[in-house]
């Protein structure tokens, strides 16, 4: 299990092979890397803040209960912070199992708590100004289904 939290870009092609490399035992690897995007149009960058330690013990746990949830070979969270321009990679997922089924649900899994529950505060930059970034009532769905009840 690997969680990073960093400044500095990644190569999600490199992460992926280091991360297939090293695991043993897997029949199958996902892996998901998130860019920012511009949804609607200008945006210059988002900065993105956490708490370092807390946003680190935050995810370990995250990736603890993927782990006892699925049979993992392995698990892999990197998740940037700092000034990030429109393009740039911001976060990835890795997992690795026996089977694929177990790999890719707790991919999705993670990245579902890694939207809705790590402790990131996001703001996006534009021409007219700044704004924190909400929680949206879609990722909040999308983590419901692996609790089967909604604990917004």
Do not use: C
């Not at 690897?29 to 993105?48: A, I, K």
């Not at 899994?109 to 890694?114: A, K, R």
């Amino acid at each position: 299990m690997a969680v990073r939290v960093q400044e500095a870009a990644f190569d999600a092609g490199a992460e992926l092979n280091a991360f297939a490399a090293a695991v043993a035992g897997a029949g199958a690897v996902v892996s998901f890397t998130g860019v920012v995007r511009d949804r609607d149009g200008g945006l210059s960058r988002m900065e993105v803040e956490h708490y370092p330690g807390m946003t680190e013990r935050a995810i370990a746990a995250m990736v603890d209960e993927a782990r006892a949830r699925w049979a993992l070979t392995g698990a892999l969270v990197i998740h940037r912070h700092g000034v990030l321009q429109v393009g740039a990679p911001i976060m990835m997922v890795a997992t690795a199992a026996p089977h694929r089924v177990a790999a890719f649900a707790a991919a999705e899994y993670l990245m579902d708590y890694l939207k809705s529950r790590a402790p990131f505060w996001k703001k996006e930059i534009t021409a007219s100004g700044a704004a924190w970034v909400a929680a949206r009532d879609e990722d909040e769905d999308a983590l419901s289904r692996w609790t089967g009840a909604d604990d917004r």
